[in-house]
């Protein structure tokens, strides 16, 4: 999988936050040669102990000053909600021509959170991999995360464009597609694409949880009719899903309001026993998912691939 | 796969309808001799035609009377919509000791839109198989499906005993395992495992398609991020749902009143930025996928498995 690139190394690549992402991206660096030096910054001492086993980085400290001091590149791969701490504590030690950047899931927030504490020279340039999975932590990456996956980057109004370029590289050099977007906008279609479908999936899982008459182990035993598919991105990471509905608010709430508006319309059908307004909405669904599977963002097979079969 | 069975074939096995489920009960009781002679009906010649192309049965006939002439099993793989004109149209053709069954996902509807056509000596043992992929046809089958599924089956009060036991042997040759279940109890489990999260999903793309601001384009580009997983539900046949939630709208109305106040729970918590319950909350949903995985009833590879990674 790994594809030639003409990629300048980063002379120091500090990683703040070492979870999913982080540790996907050392891997993937580390494996292609994208650093000369790999700092792997996480303020939990059992989570830098874990990521020193896996072998992630180059050097290890929970002292975000020693991280960022003579790095290139810094990359927040930390909750959203933390972003205004971490911005302060950093802030004097960065040092002039160096990229900051983060692979938040929201990017308004984390500009107004972040942008007070970057000094001049230094490159602020926001970035979100849209890639993943329901696993978290240092154990969970692996190199190939973000093969054919977008990274939006949201760079500021007037700020540097070398930067921007050196940064779109690198995440193309990690296996990443690259577009540019405002950061508005980001939000907005994140909300529809990301956001709002894992409030759903966190809602659905929970009524079903809390229904006394239907038992757990009936929703369990009998979760291959649909339900299951829910449960995994119910599964992901609660601090990184809280603080991204904490953060990205306006948006968030605006999308739910239209989405439950289209709820009741399909309701109102069900319980007028309109068949016609189901049987049109329910065919035009089914074009979105093929498109998905021809922009190569999905799988064509059945049921995800999940298991094989010898049709 | 297969697993030896001591199941004695049906003599004469009538396929009412071989979409998807139809297909793959035929090629797996063909695989394993679960019958001397399946028999295909369908209403749509060109349906027919496939099913002969794909070698499913052994008779192939668009009369449905020619159909169950004779059969000791008959399965009406149809839409639930269907039953009542299905029965009407076969009762005087049925005969004494033939077990009828289907695989509708509604099962109070089903027996009352069948149970008038049912002659005495004829023996209604209605099912349900808990499997499925989003996609239909006779093309889309294969003899795996039902492997590790569950079927529930909801026999009727005072119904004979014998026919209920070898409709479970026979589902279990098909690789299934069998829950016997009360038909109204089934409609709210359902409403809850399969019919609410379907509606969900085909609610949720179809908002996404509905925004002027952010374009389909985007939608698809970035669906990596969540809004992909729902795709896949919402890409089932529009005829089938269409007609499951008709002839479930009282569970599902209620399931879908409840979702929708939990829903509100958790916007009033982001509008008032109470991260504290949205963190307990996301944190108790990921119990039940380990749950589920737990049971056999899904992979545990992040994301489906659907990439292969080199960790």
Redesign the interface.
Known sequence: ?AEQSDFQPFKRLALIGIGLIGSSIALRASRDGLADEIVVYTRRAETLEKARELNLGDVYTDRISEAVAGADCVILCIPV?AFASVGERMSEHLEPGTIVTDVG?VKRSVIDQLLPHIPDGVHLVPGHP??????SGPE??????FDN??N?LTPLEGGDEAATERLADFWRALGSQV?IMDPDHHD???A????????????????????A??T?K???????????????????D??M???V??HN?DA??E??G???E??SA??RA??H?D?DL??D??????E?????ID?G???AE??????K???
Chains 1, 2 share one sequence.
């Not at 849209?130 to 696993?135: F, P």
């Not at 979105?288 to 998905?292: L, P, Q, S, T």
């Not at 059945?302 to 298991?307: A, D, L, S, T, V």
């Open positions: 999988m909600g899931s849209i890639a993943g999975t329901e696993h969970s990456g692996f190199p190939t995360l996956r977008w939006l577009d907005r279609v994140l529809v694409t990301s956001h709002i479908p894992h409030l759903i999936a966190y809602n659905i899982v929970g009524t079903a949880d809390d229904l008459e239907v757990q009936e929703v369990i035993k009998y979760s291959a009719s649909g339900f299951r598919d829910f449960t995994r991105i119910a599964a992901s609660p601090v899903w809280r603080d509905f904490l608010k968030t709430l999308m739910l239209r989405f439950s289209d709820l399909l309701q069900i319980r026993g068949g189901l049987f909405h329910f065919t035009r669904t089914r979105i998912r093929r498109g998905i922009a963002q999905e799988v059945p049921n995800f691939g999940r298991y079969t010898d049709t």
